[in-house]
């Protein structure tokens, strides 16, 4: 793994990456700057495009490790760019989208088009633009919002700036970075880190999951039972026992140290997935704490997730059990498109609710399975759900419905 430094729309952020990763993988898998879109992955249609040092770049061929210090733009840095806002009206109202798929790679490129160019002709934005394809509108409605931007700006006696106002050529890979580390300006020259904290063996003889891994995203829950926190914390230390409350997790061994393997079965609408990983989990009597650390993959869906989960039981006020629940969580593969922390939280508070119906009925001495008969963890319905309770609230706020 390589460690990289860069500015993207502004934040600062650092990360361990293969060297090979390139940026527009680093950006949507790891970032959820998913805007940055995929078309041919070498080069060739421009759907990748963002601003690398202020210059249009094939996020696809562009090592993230060649990045180090560079400032990042994606069209999600670009929501109050003025240029941007006047080219999605124009590519509105011309109406040079009809997927989108092609849009913010379009509209990047675009920008530089608009900031640079003085007065070009049809044939000059053309071929300006020729560098991102289009596979549904065609180039007509494209060519036209572009000139009408530059038209009506020019008009506004808003002149081109020479060079787009870059001070240095870009994109990263060409060394103009600032302050460019050596391992970011040599990849190939990347000296292995050492191993992440040695795996301690356990005593099933399983390799330890590293607990030093940075998730992309937290998230945390707080509910309460309605049985005392004693019975909660005992039913915690049944794997099986707390497994079967959880809409579509199974078992397949579990041994005496807490070292776990199962599977977990996903469904996302047209997509079924099943999770088959590991698991570590601890506790501390003492202080009624807990860790689960995992990871899963799933091979048809080429995804893989990892969590590390802390749980807190305590006495709830009035009553009855209280946990409080922080979860690290990273996702990428296909899957990850759902892995946005916002819906992460709502599909959690969901997954939350049955779990506590189910534990509630185990712990009242019934079946799991009677309470919330789940197999499988059918995401897409909650997913639909959530989408369906945003939309809700958004027309909500459009039309004054309270
Ligand atoms: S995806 Fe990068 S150029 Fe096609
Ligand atoms: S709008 Fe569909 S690919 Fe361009």
New binding site residues.
């Given amino acids: 793994m390589t460690a990289v430094s860069l500015n993207v729309n502004g934040r600062r952020l650092s990360a361990d990456i293969e060297p090979r990763t390139h940026l ?1 993988d680093f950006l949507r898998e790891s970032q959820n700057l998913t805007g940055t ?13 963002l601003l690398v040092d202020g210059s249009p770049t ?4 562009t090592y993230a490790a060649a990045c180090e210090n560079a400032e990042i733009t994606t069209i999600e840095g670009l929501d109050d760019d003025e240029v941007a806002t006047e080219l999605r009206a124009a590519f509105r109202e011309e109406h040079a989208l009809q997927c989108g798929y092609c849009t913010p ?1 379009m509209i990047v490129s675009a920008r530089d088009l608009v900031l640079r160019l003085e007065t070009p002709d049809e044939e000059t934005i053309r071929v300006a633009m020729s560098g991102n ?1 289009c596979r549904c509108t065609g180039y007509v409605g494209i060519t036209r919002a572009v000139q009408k931007v530059i038209t009506d700006r020019r008009g506004r006696g808003i002149a081109a700036i020479p060079g787009a106002g870059r001070k240095r050529l870009g994109p990263a890979g060409s060394r103009n970075a600032s302050g460019l580390a050596p391992a970011a300006a040599a990849p190939q020259a990347v000296k292995a880190q050492a191993k992440p904290a040695a795996k301690a063996a356990a005593a099933s003889g399983a390799p330890r999951l590293d607990e030093d891994w940075k998730p992309q995203a937290t998230l945390s829950q707080t509910f309460t039972v309605s049985h005392p926190a004693d019975e909660v914390w005992a039913f915690f230390g049944d794997i099986r026992g707390v497994a079967s409350c959880l809409p579509g997790a199974s078992l397949d061994s579990v041994s005496e140290d807490g070292h776990v393997e199962g599977r977990m079965r996903v469904k996302v609408g047209p997509i079924s997935a099943e999770f088959g990983g590991v698991a570590d989990v601890t506790r501390d009597e003492a202080s009624r704490t807990g860790t689960i650390n995992g990871a899963g993959k799933d091979q048809k869906s080429n995804s893989a997730t990892r969590g590390l989960i802390r749980y807190a039981v305590s006495k709830a006020e009035g009553g009855g059990a209280k946990v409080d629940v922080d979860v690290g969580y990273a996702l990428t593969g296909m899957l990850a498109q759902f892995g946005r922390s916002g819906l992460v939280q709502d599909v959690a508070n969901r997954l939350t609710a049955a779990f506590v119906q189910n534990l509630e009925a185990r712990l009242a001495g019934g079946d799991a399975a009677e309470a919330a008969p789940v197999k499988e963890l059918d995401a897409g319905s909650l997913v639909f759900s959530v989408i369906k309770g945003w939309f809700g609230g958004l027309f909500g706020k459009l039309f004054g419905r309270r």
């Fill in positions: 527009a879109h995929l078309g041919c992955e070498h080069g060739v249609c421009g759907a990748c495009t094939r996020s696809c061929i790679g394809l």
